[in-house]
């Protein structure tokens, strides 16, 4: 079993940045990723980025790309997601999550992810 708790979200203007944090603890596995995904009301969960454990690789949506980086510290068994020049249309409720196995071509699926945390409401004004 993995248990995920994200923090760090809250309400911050345009322009500005925040970092969440995702601090996983229980089973570990060889080839799991951890992702991000968001979803903001109405629209469905979209994938944000993820990060290959075993190959420390991060990956990123073209949306954020440029804007987001995704770091890991393993002392604290947390994943980092950095948010920077944040926009309104950024505005959502941030999860991270694991998959057990990791891979490229799947890695965007939500339903490739077992394990989720509870999310974090990071609001972005104009």
């Known amino acids: 079993q993995v248990h995920l708790v994200e923090s760090g979200g809250g309400l911050v203007q345009a322009g500005g940045s925040l970092r969440l944090s995702c601090v996983h603890s229980g089973r570990t596995f060889n080839r799991h990723g951890v992702g991000w995904f968001r979803q903001a009301p109405g629209k469905e969960r979209e994938f944000v980025g993820a990060?290959?454990?075993?190959?420390?690789?991060?990956y990123y949506a073209d949306s954020v790309k440029g804007r987001f980086v995704i770091t890991r510290d393993n002392a604290k068994n947390t994943v980092y997601l950095q948010m920077n020049s944040l926009k309104p249309e950024d505005t959502a409720v941030y999860y991270c999550?694991?998959?057990?196995?990791?891979?490229?071509?799947?890695?965007?699926?939500?339903?490739?992810?077992?394990?989720w945390g509870q999310g974090t409401q990071v609001t972005v004004s104009s």
């Open positions: 990060f290959a454990w075993n190959s420390e690789t991060t």
């Open positions: 999550a694991v998959t057990i196995s990791f891979t490229v071509i799947a890695m965007r699926d939500v339903s490739r992810y077992e394990y």
